[in-house]
């Protein structure tokens, strides 16, 4: 079992990356003090606090695209809405640009928010905000990796092959009596811990897309792994990433030191199955109010499995 000493090590650790994190462009949360004295700013300045404020980006922000390609419109969006004759040009998948103008057209009756972007190649070109966001990401890894794991498809993905997994695994341990965690599991609470914060996280990512949603939408413009300049249900959301990361290592030192390396192979991809399925299972049943007294019944299962097992 991991000793005091090696926990203590992975808790400075993650205060260490947490405070050496830092943003590359502002965040609505660090523009209240900004906000504050806006009489002194020009109405420019003014409007482009306000635009960031609302769309959570703006001028020199940086995106890739995540589509196979994006098209942009070389003239100026008023030739499009006139009906002259206007050509576009293609970006490739993976292209990073930035944006470097923002307009506002009211008689744009689809999307009167225009962004000029521009790309690697020093080509310029405008598209509709709505039509933009479909198509790319933020430039940083969190964002991206957000994108990667709130598509849908993904999701089923996963939900199909957690079920298929939970069903060959349940038999493998009736048949063969092999290890695996709530049923017939290792003496150490690790494995049963990681569970249960895999089902609490995946239960606070789903209350903020419920309740606090333009804090998460700012948190995906803008993301950061210090829990704390987060709002609340934010902070505990990373808190319990960054303990799903520790208890994580702690379960693995804990199956090699239980299991032959056969065995904690098998063993962490039956545990790896179970937490797949409690993300799903949580983050789709709490969007339904459903997650939190099943989240309290899950506690009370896992819990009790473990004392029985171990007594």
């Not at 933009?132 to 794991?149: A, E, H, N, R």
């Not at 199955?273 to 899950?298: D, E, M, W």
Request: hydrophobic residues 50%; proline residues 5%; charged residues 20%.
């Amino acid at each position: 079992m991991l000793n005091s000493r090696n926990l203590l090590s992975l808790f400075v650790l993650v205060a260490m990356m947490c405070s050496c994190y830092r943003d590359r462009t502002p965040s609505r949360f660090q523009f209240r003090d900004t906000l504050q004295i806006a009489d002194t700013l020009t109405a420019e300045q003014q409007d482009s606090i306000s635009f960031l404020h609302q769309h959570h980006f703006s001028e020199n922000f940086n995106f890739i695209v995540r589509a196979d390609s994006l098209n942009l419109l070389k003239q100026q969006p008023e030739e499009l809405l006139t009906g002259m004759p206007t050509d576009s040009f293609a970006v490739k998948k993976g292209k990073r640009m930035v944006v470097a103008d923002i307009r506002i057209l009211p008689d744009d009756a689809v999307d009167s928010v225009w962004v000029k972007l521009a790309t690697e190649n020093y080509e310029f070109g405008w598209i509709q905000e709505s039509q933009m966001l479909k198509k790319v990401d933020p430039d940083d890894p969190i964002s991206q990796f957000i994108s990667t794991f709130s598509d849908r498809h993904l999701i089923y993905f996963l939900l199909i092959i957690s079920l298929m997994a939970a069903a060959y695994f349940y038999r493998r341990m009736r048949q063969h009596s092999d290890k695996i965690v709530h049923f017939n599991d290792i003496p150490s609470p690790y494995p049963m811990a990681l569970a249960l914060i895999v089902a609490a996280a995946a239960t606070f990512y789903a209350s903020i897309q419920l309740f606090a949603p333009e804090a998460w939408r700012e948190f995906y413009f803008h993301p950061s792994l210090n829990p704390f300049e987060q709002p609340l249900l934010l902070a505990l959301f990373l808190t319990s990433v960054w303990l799903m990361l520790i208890v994580g290592i702690a379960a693995v030192d804990e199956v090699r030191r239980c299991l032959s390396f056969n065995a904690s192979v098998s063993y962490l991809m039956r545990l790896a199955a179970v937490c797949a399925f409690n993300y799903i299972l949580f983050s789709i049943s709490t969007l339904y109010y459903v997650g939190y007294p099943l989240l309290v019944a899950y506690v009370w299962f896992a819990v009790g499995k473990y004392r029985n097992h171990n007594k």
